[in-house]
Structure formats: structure tokens, C-alpha cells
């Protein structure tokens, strides 16, 4: 029973990040747009070209964008896992309270998934000067890949997050088992963290994207 109620929750949720990442793909390729059409004196069509400070500040609304997916999607993940490691906490420790300090070690490590995407987007943010006022590098904002790429960097992140979602069902049948047989604490503990090497590849891959088109120096 525990399990079907897990996927039913889990079910709405890719949903939802399905239909989020349609409408951020097509909000990208709308803002990536160079410039606008617009009917002219004859009767045609004329194509004012932006400048690069319109460039540019297109570019920071899909960096803001990708911030955004990476905490966000990334967020939904680890409070999802929390909120399931959590339910088979309080069960635990109801019973056996001395098991919280345990209980609460495992529900926390979904949270890390969260972290990652809050660090990327403060990079993004940072790099992309949304953040402290400069403005960023007019030229390289002004660069057509640099928002989509943005975008990527974030559903990365957060995408790879979701795997919270599974560590805190992992999370969760270790801490029964560490309430019932306090020597399964610690291989608990290994199995919950295997879902996370998934988050850290993307983690990696977002910090190597920002690298290679010079977020990152």
C-alpha cells in the first residue's frame, strides 16, 4: 500500500516537469530570436536587428530561466524525497525514540540534490550578471548560444535532482530497518546514497558546460 501511494505521488510529478520543460523549450526559442519582424512602409516585411544591449538582456531572462529550473525542478525532487523519508521517520521514532538522530540523517540526505541546484543557480545568476549590479559583459551576453545554454545547465541540474525522489524511498526502508536492526544503519546509509551519484554526474556536467562556453572564466 505504502508503495502504490509512492508512485501515485511520484506520477503527477514527472508530469508536470514534462510539460514545464515543453515551455521553457519553446520560451527559449522565442527569446533567442536576433531580431523582431515588423510590417514596413511597403506593404513587406522588415527585420530590426537588436543591439547588443538588447542582446544581452535577452540573455539574462533565459539565465534567469535556467537558475530557476535548476532549483526548482531540483527542489521539487528533494523535498518530495524528504517528505517520503520523513513519513517513516516520525513512524520510527514513535516507537523507538532514541532512533531520531539516525532517522534524521537519512531523511536530510535527499536535501542534497536541493543544495546543487541552489549552487548552480547562484553561479548562473552570478556569471550572468543578474547578481551584485555590474550589468555582466555586454559581449559575451550578447552571444546567441549563451541563454539556451543556460537553459541546459539548469534541466542538467535539475533535472538529475529528481533522483531525490528515489533516495528518500531508499531513505526510508533504511530507516525501518535501522529501527528494527540498528546494525543496518550504516549499510542503509550506502544504499541511500547511491541514488545521489546521478545528481553529482549532472552537477559535474552543468560545472563543465559553464566552463567550456565561459561562464567560469
Do not use: H
Not at 506593404?43 to 534567469?64: F, H, R, S, W
Not at 532514541?98 to 548552480?120: C, E, H, N
Not at 550589468?135 to 541563454?147: A, C
Not at 543496518?184 to 546509509?189: A, D, L, R, T, W
Amino acid at each position: 500500500m505504502v508503495r502504490v501511494r509512492k508512485l501515485k505521488l511520484i506520477r503527477p510529478v514527472g508530469i508536470f516537469l514534462f510539460l514545464l520543460l515543453i515551455l521553457v523549450l519553446f520560451a527559449g526559442i522565442a527569446a533567442a530570436q536576433d531580431g523582431n519582424v515588423t510590417d514596413g512602409q511597403d506593404g513587406g516585411t522588415t527585420t530590426d536587428v537588436k543591439t547588443p544591449e538588447e542582446k544581452a538582456e535577452d540573455t539574462q531572462a533565459l539565465i534567469a530561466i535556467g537558475a530557476a529550473l535548476a532549483i526548482g525542478i531540483a527542489g521539487i525532487g528533494a523535498a518530495t524525497g524528504i517528505g517520503i523519508a520523513g513519513a517513516s521517520g516520525i513512524g520510527a521514532v514513535a516507537e523507538k525514540p532514541d532512533r531520531f538522530g539516525k532517522s534524521l540523517v537519512l531523511q536530510a540526505m535527499p536535501m542534497t540534490q536541493g543544495i546543487y541546484g541552489l549552487l548552480i543557480a547562484i553561479l548562473l545568476l552570478m556569471f550572468g550578471g543578474l547578481l551584485g549590479g555590474g550589468g555582466g559583459d555586454i559581449e559575451f551576453l550578447s552571444k546567441p548560444y549563451i541563454g539556451i545554454t543556460a537553459i541546459a545547465i539548469g534541466l542538467a541540474v535539475g533535472l538529475t535532482g529528481i533522483s531525490a525522489i528515489g533516495q528518500g524511498i531508499t531513505a526510508s526502508a533504511s530507516i525501518g530497518g535501522a529501527a528494527r536492526n540498528p546494525e543496518v544503519f550504516s549499510k542503509g546509509m550506502i544504499f541511500t546514497v547511491m541514488s545521489e551519484t546521478l545528481a553529482i554526474f549532472g552537477l559535474l556536467v552543468g560545472i563543465l558546460i559553464m566552463v567550456g562556453v565561459g561562464f567560469l572564466g
